[in-house]
């Protein structure tokens, strides 16, 4: 790998040296049954291409079906529900409180709270991780964690200079204060202003940050189709076995039953070879086939303590062991939090890669999955933008997102978390192995990563 070509990275890291891992049983293996917190079950909608079957719906459409799905699924009485958490990024602002017109859509009582989180690729992440804040906090003891991403209809709004111009419209007080300012309206303010696919504070798209960070590590075109192909075989093999049971049937309004992600292709080397670069133009390597496509989707799952899903008649699926978030230098490490997020997650569990059988690692892009793959193995790396005294680890890419990944499910941005999450537990299950790792990147230098135990067999 070249290394020097990262020698350019900004990111200040604070030192501090990482202990040796142990594989000892961690200290949360002895908690009472009070205190841990378990996923019963989660669920999905066929995740779909954007413009497909759900393009004349609204966000809070996906979102009450997917409550609704988990509500049938779970046999969990709406009004058993304490409080109600989903993630969203790009909001209608018709239901900004995209969990609370969900709930209420899907026939929840009022009496039960909810509220939305938005952190950019993590915020369903950030919805379970919340939800868990607060039933260890005592507050609650059930909770809803889910997201919706419609990107089908995304705001489009006027003009900067003219919603000023209408604006004062409205605010003035004769009928030649309205003249002169209707008089004053040019062409040019009439251009509408699309959301911006850049990062504000660096101003780059994701897609650049991609490809730099794949040329950074010497991640090849061929790397990252060959990778993207194994995405897209996983997920199609997955779903002929019948292994995505978290997908739920959606009879769309005034449309047919979709039952199945939309997205999955499994094309060949040759034929992904003749796509031009997307983003960066001649020689990026990052494509439309080696890139997460638009999606719209929704996700819900329900977690509780253990004690009270014993205590209802659930048998859980897994246990909700430990999670941390990372953030790194967005201009130059925007896709790395994956790498930051692991090391410090196995170290404040005292476990090493070597524990951890089942690993969901959202795929943004390919090259940035290789590149976390090869930043974790790395002791140069750990040194020198870690702070670390040793690398975080190699990970076999057999354990990795066996079942398909973001870039053939598709990745509604606020929904894709639960997904992760559900996936790592019914892997658990269908593998009869212990732990399981999720973990993210996210706009912003943004990281997340999740500890999940499988819940035994009794």
């Not at 393009?55 to 979102?63: E, F, R, S, V």
């Not at 990026?284 to 496509?293: E, Q, R, Y």
């Not at 933008?385 to 606020?414: A, C, D, Q």
Request: glycine share 8%; charged share 20%.
């Amino acid at each position: 790998m070249a290394m020097n070509s990262l020698k350019s990275l900004s990111c200040r890291i604070a030192a501090h040296n990482a202990r040796g891992y142990s594989s000892s049983n961690p200290s949360f293996s002895k908690n009472p049954a009070s205190q841990n917190i378990v996923l019963v079950d989660g669920v999905r909608t066929p995740f779909l291409m954007a413009f497909t079957s759900y393009k004349n719906l609204m966000p809070h459409d996906l979102g009450r079906e997917a409550l609704l799905g988990l509500v049938k699924k779970t046999g969990i009485s709406p009004d058993q529900v304490d409080y109600l958490i989903m993630g969203s990024v790009i909001q209608e602002v018709k239901t900004a409180n995209i969990a609370r017109e969900s709930m209420l859509s899907a026939g929840f009582p009022a009496s039960v709270p909810a509220h939305s989180v938005t952190m950019a690729c993590i915020s369903s992440n950030q919805a379970i991780t919340s939800g868990v804040g607060l039933i260890r906090s005592g507050v609650c003891n059930t909770i809803i964690a889910g997201g919706v991403e419609f990107m089908s209809d995304v705001p489009i709004r006027l003009n900067r200079e003219l919603r000023k111009k209408l604006l004062n419209l409205n605010r003035a007080k004769s009928f030649g204060q309205r003249l002169s300012i209707i008089a004053s309206i040019r062409p040019k303010h009439l251009s509408p202003e699309l959301p911006s696919i850049s990062e504000f504070s660096t101003g780059e798209t994701m897609g650049k940050s991609g490809d730099r960070l794949a040329a950074a590590f010497n991640i090849s075109r061929l790397e990252q189709d060959e990778f993207a192909l194994r995405s897209h075989t996983n997920a199609f093999q997955a779903q002929e076995a019948g292994y995505l049971s978290d997908v739920l049937t959606f009879k769309v309004p005034g449309g047919d039953y979709v039952s199945k992600d939309n997205g999955i292709k499994v094309s060949s080397l040759e034929i992904m070879a003749k796509l031009k670069p997307a983003f960066i133009k001649p020689h990026g390597t990052v494509t439309a086939a080696n890139a997460s496509f638009l999606t719209d989707g929704a996700s819900a799952c329900l977690i509780m303590t253990e004690e009270k899903a014993l205590a209802a008649g659930y048998k859980p699926k897994a246990y909700l062991r430990d999670f941390v978030y990372a953030s790194q230098d967005p201009k130059d490490q925007l896709l790395l939090g994956p790498t930051y997020a692991t090391g410090k997650l196995l170290q404040k569990c005292g476990l090493s890669l070597k524990d951890i059988d089942v690993f969901e690692i959202h795929e943004a892009f390919a090259g940035q999955v290789l590149a976390n793959l090869k930043a974790m193995n790395s002791e140069t790396f750990a040194r020198d933008y870690m702070g670390r005294s040793e690398k975080v680890g190699e990970i076999p890419i057999e354990k990795i997102n066996t079942w398909g990944g973001s870039l053939s499910l598709g990745h509604p941005f606020g929904a894709t978390g639960v997904r992760l999450l559900t996936t790592t537990a019914n892997r658990l299950i269908h593998e009869q192995k212990r732990y399981g790792l999720l973990t993210a990147c996210a706009a912003g230098g943004l990281g997340h990563a999740m500890l999940v135990e499988r819940y035994p067999s009794k």
